[in-house]
């Protein structure tokens, strides 16, 4: 869930509604969403989801393609992406965005895999500094309602040296057991000096500083620092797993997600 990302970049591999006829105006698997082919654009409520650098870079880090001879590689190399245009410090706008994941992870369990999508994670790198999760309650319910269905989520906090369980912040103050919470650490394994912490409100650190990633120009690559670029080493890192794990282990997770 971001602000878009480059559709047609190279080193990124995308999840695809194949129920879906693209471009068509018409919701062809009932699912509530017309032309959802590539995912969701909660901004403006279609089937697009737009273009947006902070979101392909995002994308790069859980995700790009690897062994592949070019660019980089990201945590999960062969897992799909579904991007989501969504990140904004309006509930409505992010309740949307997550609703659209929640909606295909449960017709994916309803369905036992002939519709919808099988999604594990949603990586989320945007939030609203000193947000007070009483003021986002639908925002922060969203999470027990993924994981309910089987999805975890990584939430940034916030880009700046603050503890969060005194200075508050959306998502990362949220309570949910289902909500890991990410700040930014170096290459030296230490907390950036401009990132949040907090004992009982932050559950990790991941590399965030100056990481190499897909990038909307031409196709190109970027370097990039902060939270949001931790966190999608998280949600790759959920989706990595979820590819190792046994099949006895699978069962027991379809059963109960």
């Known amino acids: 869930v971001d602000n878009g990302t480059d559709l047609d970049h190279e080193d990124l591999p995308f999840f695809k509604n194949n129920l879906e006829i693209p471009d068509n105006g018409i919701d062809d698997d009932d699912n509530g969403y017309i032309d959802d082919y590539d995912g969701w654009n909660a901004y403006d409520h279609t089937g697009d989801p737009g273009s947006g650098s902070h979101g392909t870079h995002c994308c790069g880090i859980a995700a790009a393609k690897g062994d592949n001879g070019i660019g980089v590689c990201g945590v999960s190399w062969n897992a799909k992406i579904m991007p989501v245009a969504g990140s904004s410090s309006s509930e409505a706008t992010v309740v949307e ?41 639908i925002w922060c319910a969203m999470y027990d309602s993924l994981g309910a ?87 790759g890192a959920v989706g990595y797993l979820f590819s190792a794990v046994s099949e006895a282990f699978m069962q027991s997770y379809l059963e109960s997600p």
């Open 97 to 137: 965005a997550y609703g659209y994941v929640l909606d295909m992870r449960h017709a994916w369990n309803e369905s036992s895999g002939a519709s919808g999508a099988f999604v594990v994670a949603t990586s989320s790198s945007f939030g609203v500094n000193y947000g007070d999760p009483d003021d986002y309650p």
């Open 149 to 235: 269905e089987g999805i975890l989520s990584a939430g940034a906090t916030a880009n700046a040296s603050w503890n969060i369980d005194e200075m508050l912040d959306m998502p990362t103050a949220c309570d949910s057991d289902w909500l890991i919470t990410v700040t930014n650490t170096t290459d030296e394994d230490e907390k950036y000096s401009s990132a949040g912490y907090g004992a009982v409100t932050i559950d990790l650190g991941a590399p965030g500083t100056s990481i190499y990633s897909t990038d909307i120009y031409g196709g190109g690559y970027s370097n990039k620092t902060g939270t949001s670029m931790a966190t999608p080493q998280v949600a």
